[in-house]
Each structure stands twice: as structure tokens, then as C-alpha cells.
């Protein structure tokens, strides 16, 4: 795993950027998802564009991309990639990066899974650090399989000084922004990722974190 530093960045930093899919359609319909692979709402593919347009004015050129196998995440990062000029970029999708199991309440809409269980349950389910919805996954089971994922597959490509860009989920992403960030479980409750809305570390040499910022749309 990449080491923080207090560190300000310096020129020839290479760039880490993570990515929550646009909105997808059942985002849209305020359904647990999880696993389920729906494609992107309307709104989800003009975020893409968007979040793709940002990235492009920051000048940023990559040289691996990454997503999950759900096609909301690969789809924002065609995308993405068009934006950038970079169509041609080949798509690394792995199941690692999909998003934490959701179990029992993959397709309930949210605000009925509040009124069935309790809000308080619910939540708990949704931004605990260990507990895991009934049949899903905990975000500590979620980091299990992103975290070595991305030690064995993307650390060496950001050490060996390429950009990389990953196109994820709302807690795919939160168990690995855990990681780099050093957040305590109860930090990670309180954090939550926008959708489409690119978060850039940037990597010094010797493979410690200089920097963070989030491109908000
Ligand atoms: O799987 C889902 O329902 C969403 O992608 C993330 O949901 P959450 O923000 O409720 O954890």
C-alpha cells in the first residue's frame, strides 16, 4: 500500500485518479444495488461527459485504466476516456473493484429498506466499517479484495511512473480511500463518494502520496 506524507507535491508526481460511477438507473430509483448490473440513467451518461471534460482540462493522460465489471463503472470510463482523447485506451476490468455485495437488500428501494429495518440499521448497513447487510458484504470484507487488488496490480504501474485512472463504486472506492487515507472506522462512516466526481492523488517517486484533491462538478 502507498505511504501518506504531509508532503507538498512536486512537478514529476504521477497521478492516481478514482472515479464512483455516474448516476445509474437505479441510483436514479434510490435502490440498493450492489452487485445488480444496471446501466447508467440519462443523468449518469451527461456526468460521465462532465467528469470526462474535467479531466481533460487538467491535461491528464493515462496510461492504464481501470473499472469494475459492472458496466456503469466501464461505461463511465469509455466515456471518460472519449473525453480525454483516449478512446483507444484498453478497459483492465476486474470483479475486485465491483461494489460491496448489498445481499438481502439488492433491489429494495432505500427509503422502504428504512421503514422496514429502521433507519438507524440501515445505516449502520450502509457506512459501518464491519457489519454487513444481511447476505453482503461488510466494507471491511469489501477491502479484503480491492485492497490487494490494487497493491498487486496498480501500485507497481504508479511506482513505475504511468498515470492511472479507476472507475469504480460508491464503496469499492470508500474501502481503498480508507487505505490510502489512514481513516479510522469511524472516520469512514462520515465519508461518502459524489458520483462522477474524480478524486486525484498524486504519487511522488518513492510511491508515498503528496497529494489529494476532488474535481467537483
Ligand atoms: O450499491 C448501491 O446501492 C450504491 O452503489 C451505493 O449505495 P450506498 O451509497 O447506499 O452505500
Redo the contacts with the bound molecule.
Keep these: 500500500m502507498l505511504q501518506k506524507t504531509g508532503d507538498r507535491p512536486q512537478g514529476s508526481n504521477n497521478v492516481l485518479v478514482l472515479v ?2 455516474g448516476q ?1 438507473e ?2 436514479r430509483l434510490n ?4 452487485w ?1 448490473d444496471v446501466g447508467l440513467s440519462e443523468e449518469g451518461v451527461s456526468e460521465a461527459h462532465r467528469a470526462g471534460q474535467r479531466l481533460k482540462d487538467e491535461g491528464l493522460v493515462f496510461d492504464s485504466a481501470f473499472a469494475s465489471t459492472l458496466k456503469r463503472a466501464h461505461n463511465t470510463l469509455d466515456i471518460i476516456l472519449g473525453e480525454v482523447g483516449q478512446g483507444k485506451l484498453p478497459i483492465i476490468k476486474a470483479a475486485a473493484l465491483n ?2 455485495d ?1 445481499g438481502d ?2 433491489g429494495i428501494n ?1 427509503e422502504e429498506a428504512r421503514k422496514r429495518f429502521g433507519a438507524e440499521k440501515v445505516q449502520i448497513w ?2 459501518s466499517y464491519d457489519v454487513a447487510p444481511p447476505g453482503g458484504e461488510s466494507l471491511k470484507d469489501t477491502a479484503a479484495r480491492v485492497c490487494p487488488f490494487f497493491d498487486r496490480w496498480i501500485v507497481p504501474e504508479l511506482q513505475s511512473g504511468k498515470n492511472v485512472i479507476v472507475v469504480a ?3 469499492s472506492l ?1 474501502s481503498l480511500i480508507m487505505e490510502l487515507d489512514k481513516l479510522t472506522p469511524e472516520e469512514v462512516q462520515h465519508y ?1 463518494l459524489a458520483t462522477a466526481t474524480p478524486v486525484i492523488y498524486r504519487v511522488k517517486a518513492d510511491g508515498t502520496l503528496a497529494e489529494k484533491r476532488s474535481l467537483a462538478a
Design positions: 464512483r460511477h445509474s437505479w441510483n435502490m440498493f444495488t450492489g445488480k461494489e460491496r448489498y437488500l439488492v432505500k450502509q457506512r463504486h460508491g464503496n470508500r461518502s
